[in-house]
């Protein structure tokens, strides 16, 4: 029923959109140039004429007076200037189009052919030139990156990459495209190599229809489950931090991975595979990622421990919005099935004063490894 409903109010809202929209003024003089000569033409003088038995006769229909030749110079001048002021548009909006430029960034990691390439599923209304950066990590062995050190170096020279591809372009010309299939370190990383500076559009790969896709779904209100941050003891300055928005983290792994600490998860009311499809969903979802991590750096919390179970396009997003200089070190783990302890590595992000990502791949320096925990409560949202 909800469903149902949501869709109602999203067609709703498209059409007042639609009906509402802004018109331009070289479109608002052509409609009334031919709204102004159409009804002119049946106030002309009319001849009409019949020829029985080779006499012709003939008379003069008069429909209206003079005035409508006035009104059809009017309608004819009208059309005249709103076509040459939209011809003058269109040529200005081609100029510009052809000044912008548009770096797609596609992130290979899981497969190694993903099938149409992302570049080549770009929405046609984006308009400029576009530009493939594709990243391409190695060594890839049923889904898992086999040397996560070598694919941290090739995403260091993405920063560079793409300053000296954008150097002369006004950053309004210039927009980011970005979609990857990659472990959710690896994903995190580019986010916070990329961030959010200039216009950037993320998709993500349907799975069910093997393309690429944008975030155009309706957003279904359904947020995450906020931690009472509270409960933190404040002898702590590590904390294990959750999130599970695609299915539930394994919390005993990642005890087992770093030791015990205080635990903050933020868990997806319903979760499901599909239920990141809306932008406005993934940009609430990030608001409230970056509340709980700023409320962390207020409670003096200095190293997060973050395991995350979400969408590729989501895992990224979270790491474009992490702020670099105000938010706390962070380590984010991959999870491998067949491996003990679960989360295999993590990459040590490029934030907090830290110049470069790093692998950890080791326990933590005790070597502490027991499955106790020490959970920090939930309240509702």
Not at 253 to 270: F, N, S, T, W, Y
Not at 277 to 284: H, L, T, Y
Request: glycine residues 6%; negative net charge; hydrophobic residues 40%.
């Amino acid at each position: 029923m909800n469903l149902i409903v949501s869709r109602i109010d999203y067609a709703f809202r498209k059409a007042i959109d639609y009906i509402f929209r802004p018109i331009s003024s070289s479109r608002y003089l052509i409609s009334c140039g031919v709204l102004l000569i159409a009804p002119s033409g049946l106030l002309w003088t009319v001849t009409a004429s019949i020829q029985v038995e080779g006499t012709t006769y003939s008379t003069l229909i008069h429909v209206g007076e003079s005035g409508s030749t006035i009104i059809f110079a009017l309608g004819f001048i009208a059309l005249i200037i709103g076509i040459f002021f939209e011809t003058y548009s269109l040529f200005l909006n081609g100029a510009r189009d052809r000044k912008k430029r548009i770096v797609v960034i596609e992130l290979r990691g899981l497969r190694s052919h993903v099938g149409t390439p992302l570049i080549d599923a770009i929405p046609k209304y984006m308009a400029g030139q576009r530009v493939s950066r594709l990243i391409s990590l190695p060594q890839i062995n049923d889904g898992e990156v086999a040397s996560p050190e070598t694919a941290i170096k090739e995403l260091a020279t993405l920063t560079t990459d793409l300053k000296q591809g954008e150097f002369g372009h006004n950053r309004s010309d210039l927009s980011r495209v970005f979609g990857g299939l990659a472990p959710v370190p690896i994903l995190f990383l580019a986010g916070v190599l990329v961030d959010d500076e200039c216009d950037l559009k993320i998709m993500d790969w349907d799975r069910h229809k093997k393309t690429w896709r944008e975030l155009d779904s309706i957003d279904d209100h359904n947020r995450f489950t906020l931690p009472d941050l509270d409960a933190i003891p404040n002898f702590s300055d590590e904390i294990i931090l959750t999130i599970s928005a695609s299915y539930a983290v394994n919390m005993s792994g990642a005890i087992e991975r770093v030791g015990v600490l205080p635990v903050v998860q933020l868990d997806l009311k319903e979760r499901s595979f599909d239920s990141h499809w809306s932008e406005e969903k993934q940009v609430a979802l990030t608001k409230e990622f970056c509340e709980v991590i700023r409320k962390l750096a207020d409670k003096q919390i200095k190293k997060i421990h973050l395991f995350i179970a979400a969408p590729a396009s989501l895992s990224f997003r979270f790491g474009t919005s992490y702020d670099k200089r105000n938010m706390p070190t962070v380590v984010v783990y991959q999870h491998a099935q067949n491996h003990t302890p679960p989360f295999s590595w993590g990459i040590e992000m490029p934030v907090a004063g830290k110049s470069e990502a790093t692998i950890v791949v080791d326990a933590d320096a005790d070597g502490n490894t027991t499955s106790q925990v020490l959970l920090v409560g939930s309240k509702g949202h």
